[in-house]
């Protein structure tokens, strides 16, 4: 049965990226044109029926004079936000193996600011990210002051949590062991609950000792990723304003760990981490008329 042709748009290269499981479909919006609907973004990252992804990390020119790029960044479910720390180090790595940059300190704008990344060596990148927002309205959080411990009422539950932003909206909530933590039950609530107006990334933040922590993360608009690089910095701020963190720790993620350092308030986060690439593939965008989308992959090339 000969299939019905239906009008066919462009082809759309991407890579295929991780930071420590926490994936990505990066897209150079540079060099090919680029337009994605939010359903087509959630279409993609499905992973049975697309490419399957945590977030769609788009590289653009920038709109500030002192900045390399602009990065734009999709959840799987098509919502476009503010800051993702994982990608921020799959973008520096992406920006230098595709040639579109050679410089190791990189000024990316983000619809919350401008991040700085610092490529390392052995593949390693710090990214700052920024002064953490503790005020309500900023975060954005519903309260009536600023406190460092809020209790938040879930289906009748009380529940206690630090709130903050990163760029993104952060809840965190102290748990004895991450492993026993109510991630699946507890983080879609929290991720939703009306006091987080623009929703949530809920970490659940096991102490270890001063200078290490576990962590697991509920992410708004993708559910519980290996890892999430604005939670952990999140995270690492309410550990040290809760006096239970000194300012370098060592953090766990179900992927693997990263090195988050805070010297307290009105300060940077600064974290440090890998970024890995796996594979380059194309896509045919679908045609006006919409549709079923073609795409191949074949393993990355590693730049020395
Ligand atoms: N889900 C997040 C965006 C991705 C953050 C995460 N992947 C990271 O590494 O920071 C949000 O809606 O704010």
Redesign the pocket.
Known sequence: MTQQRRSQGPMLRFTKMH?LG?DFMVVDAISQPFRLRPDMIRELANRNFGIGF??LLVVEPPGLPDVDFRYR?F?ADG?E???????ARCFARFVRDQRLTNKKVIRVQTAKGVIELRVGREGMVMVNMGVPEFNPPAIPFAADRRKDVYTVDVDGQTVELSALS?G??HGVLLVEDVDQAPVETLGPKLERHPRFPS?A?IGFLQILDRTHARLR?F????GE?L?????ACAAVVVGCLRGLLDSRVEIELRGGKLVIEWQGEGTPVIMEGPATSVFEGQLRLPGESGGRRRRSGRPHKQRS
Do not use: K, L, Y
């Open positions: 930071g926490n945590d977030q960044i959840n919502s936000v503010e800051q993702c720390g994982n990608g990163m993104n909206p929703r990334n993360v992410e708004r608009g993708s990723t890892a999430c690089g604005s939670g």
